[in-house]
């Protein structure tokens, strides 16, 4: 089989930052084309929508949507009656109901359809979740702290409905956290602090547990000034886990080992996602986006001081 020809759409940070690279480094796939607002000036043919580029006479087998989440699920549904193969970004949709949506058309089409969660392949996810396999879990604590500032610069969409506010970032920890944590967990208290002129949370404290009474806490903030903090710190009958994921390196400090190593995780999306095509199926795990929502559907919504950029 030849070279996966390959459209992004979408040409914003996370595209130019990890997609195009990670492109660029697999022979698997050939980058023919780019759908964005205005001209990305790339090496390839642009257009300003994804029925021009259908329009175009382009053969194009499959695409990676990397826009904001509000318009990922029209576009799916357009690339999957096109017949392409459909790489989400996260978070995969603005809904659970719209994912569960695109899975049935991509099934009934025989499309393999990618809900990618890149933080679940940083460096020491894998050996976490070995580790913690093998032990009892006492206690989880998660703490996601930024400044929107200096990570989410002249992004008005992710302070919209649908955008996820402080929850953008935090759904990479919940990625993790359902991928290495034994047990299933669920939310039990959430409290949401809402600029009073936005419509997404600055900042949130969620509460679940698990199966067996396991207490966890997860601490988002956005208003951090200083360095970020994105840990999970994990309690066991046999010593404490941390798993700190830094952007470009991560670090997993075991009791009595230490595993630090750098970022791969888009190469190892882009992988993940021509084996999916090669083998005909799809990988949509919404478990990180159902917590989300759980957290909204059970949040006291505070209001906190109106967020100016
Ligand atoms: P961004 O910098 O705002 O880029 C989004 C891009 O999508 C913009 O260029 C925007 O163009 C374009 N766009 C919007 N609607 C479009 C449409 N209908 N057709 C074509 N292009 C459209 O945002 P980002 O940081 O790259 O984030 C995008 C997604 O990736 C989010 O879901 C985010 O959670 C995820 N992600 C981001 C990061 C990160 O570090 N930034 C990391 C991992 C995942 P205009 O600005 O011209 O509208």
């Not at 089409?109 to 809900?115: E, W």
């Not at 039990?188 to 900042?203: C, E, G, K, S």
């Not at 997860?218 to 951090?224: I, Y």
């Amino acid at each position: 089989m030849g070279a996966i020809r390959f459209a992004l759409i979408g040409v914003g940070k996370i595209a130019r930052d990890q997609h195009l690279p990670a492109i660029a480094g697999n022979p698997d796939f050939d980058l023919v084309a780019a759908v964005s607002h205005h001209d990305p000036e790339l090496d390839v043919p642009w257009f300003a929508t994804l029925d021009a580029l259908m329009a175009s006479g382009i053969a194009v087998d499959a695409v990676a949507l990397c826009t904001p989440p509000q318009v990922r699920h029209a576009l799916a549904v357009q690339a999957l009656h096109h017949g392409l193969h459909v790489f989400l970004e996260k978070p995969p949709g603005a809904t659970l109901a719209e994912v569960e949506t695109l899975r049935a058309i991509a099934d009934a089409r025989g499309r393999t359809l990618f809900a990618s969660w890149h933080s679940r392949y940083a460096a020491g996810v894998d050996l976490a979740k070995a580790w913690l396999a093998e032990r009892q879990i006492r206690a989880v604590r998660i703490v996601w702290r930024e400044d929107v500032r200096e990570w989410h610069p002249g992004q008005e969409w992710i302070w919209q409905a649908g955008g996820l506010g402080v929850f953008d970032p935090g759904i990479n920890a919940l990625s993790i956290a359902t991928h290495i944590l034994p047990q299933p967990f669920h939310a039990t208290q959430a409290v949401l602090y809402v600029p009073a002129n936005r419509d997404a949370p600055i900042a949130a404290d969620v509460a679940f547990t698990d199966v067996s009474g396991t207490q966890m806490s997860m601490n988002m903030d956005w208003r951090e000034t200083g360095a970020p903090t994105w840990d999970i710190t994990v309690e066991t009958d046999d010593g404490t886990l941390r798993l700190s994921v830094a952007i470009g390196h991560a670090r997993l400090v075991l009791p009595h080992a230490l595993h630090e190593g750098p970022d791969r995780e888009y190469a190892a999306l882009y992988a993940r996602f021509a084996r999916l095509i090669a083998d005909g199926i799809s990988d949509v795990d919404v478990a990180p986006l159902r917590h989300v929502a759980d957290a909204f559907l059970l949040g006291q919504r505070r209001l906190v001081e109106p967020f100016v950029e």
